[in-house]
Nanobody, 121 residues
Framework: QVQLVESGGGLVQAGGSLRLSCAAS????????MGWYRQAPGKARELVAT???????NYADSVKGRFTISRDNIKYTIYLQMNSLKPEDTAVYYC???????????????WGQGTLVTVSS
């Protein structure tokens, strides 16, 4: 079974930077799309950025130019470099991956446990 473990969250002042990591572990057959989502208090979970194993990326408009998603396909790890952080970036950040399951014969969407990012003004 594949698990996702995030790290790198914390408290930072507005204008600062943080780098999140998410590593997939377990018996991995194939992982295609990986990404980051976030959920602020009282709000729905929203897409932050995704990356395919080809390297193709997609970003939410609110983070374009400030956040960068990258991927190490050998380590099954993705990163989210967050610069110029704003108080509105405060949220729990969740890692997400589409991992192939041999038991069901298709890709399943997995989630990590989340890591809290707090940006103070």
């Amino acid at each position: 079974q594949v698990q996702l473990v995030e790290s790198g969250g914390g408290l930072v002042q507005a204008g600062g930077s943080l780098r999140l990591s998410c590593a997939a572990s377990g018996i991995i057959l194939s992982i295609n799309r990986m990404g980051w989502y976030r959920q602020a208090p009282g709000k729905a979970r929203e897409l932050v950025a995704t990356i395919l194993n080809s390297g193709s990326t997609n970003y939410a408009d609110s983070v374009k130019g400030r956040f960068t998603i990258s991927r190490d396909n050998i380590k099954y790890t993705i990163y989210l470099q967050m610069n110029s952080l704003k108080p509105e970036d405060t949220a729990v950040y969740y890692c997400n991956a589409d991992s192939f399951s041999s038991s069901v014969g298709r890709y399943l969407t997995l989630w990590g446990q989340g890591t809290l990012v707090t940006v103070s003004s």
